[in-house]
């Protein structure tokens, strides 16, 4: 059937990577994080207390990759460097239906970020959805409602733009966005930069 050996390992290697990229990987990595959990437990009983200290540390490494998708962060830190190839490189390495729930809004909330500079309809679409599916931190709901309210002010909505605002104002009570929340204030002020933004 294969003329060559290494014909038949690539073809095994191309399909566990697709089978890897289709099964939900919390099923491996919760059992495994119980198991860890359980085999520290057991060197500490046991009187081996530096290994025990060791597994409790690969333990909660192995909890942090298991509640927060290490692709989703460096999508997120990308963005925020304005690294907006990297942060779509590393997004589009991640399967939303692979996150939890509240992970899913971070998901759809960088989605929307990046989707802001070509399609203004599939970003605000994106950033609704961010917010139906939650996001913990209220900073984090004011910069979703920051990002529709410069939507709104690119389809020539300055009604909607200014009450997203406000909402974000009052989201944003440790002041993170306080700074971008005068640059629209003051693009609303502006029609001309209204027109560019919605060009």
Known sequence: MF??????????????????RLMDTRFIKIPLALASLVY?????????IGSGIGMVIVT?????????????????????QQKM???RKWLGRVNPNHLWPRR????YFLSGSLAMEQNMNQAEQLLRQALEMGLKQDHDKAAVKLNLAVVASAKRKPKLAKALLVECKRLDAKGVLKK???????????????KMRGR
């Open 3 to 20: 003329s060559n050996p290494s014909d038949a390992i690539n073809l095994c290697y191309k399909l566990a990577a697709k089978l890897l």
């Open 40 to 48: 520290s437990i057991f060197l500490f009983t046991e009187g081996y």
């Open 60 to 80: 909660a490494f192995i909890v942090l990759v298991t509640m927060q998708s290490m692709r989703l962060l460096m999508a997120f830190v990308s963005l925020r």
């Open 85 to 87: 190839d990297d942060a």
């Open 104 to 107: 899913k809004g971070y998901w």
């Open 180 to 194: 971008d929340i005068k640059q629209v204030e003051a693009a609303l002020r502006n029609p001309q930069t209204m």
